[in-house]
């Protein structure tokens, strides 16, 4: 049985002293995240903070979808 991993991309933004920030939103294509930096730096920003896209390979995210608890 052939198992495929579908990439997930987060919009993570960082600081200037090490602070991190995952966007809760995801995208299914690098491009719909790319776009999505291009929106955010037409707005001014601080000095020292920068953006990208980060991906993951797993098929869930934070809302919970078919996630079972571990087994007590």
Known sequence: M?????????????????????LPSTFDKREQCTAAITEYQKQPTPA?????????ASPFTDEGDAEEPAAQ
């Open 2 to 22: 052939a198992t495929t991993a579908a990439l997930v991309w987060y919009l993570v933004i960082a600081g200037p002293q090490g602070g991190m920030v995952v």
């Open 48 to 56: 020292g903070w920068s953006v990208q896209c980060v991906p993951s």
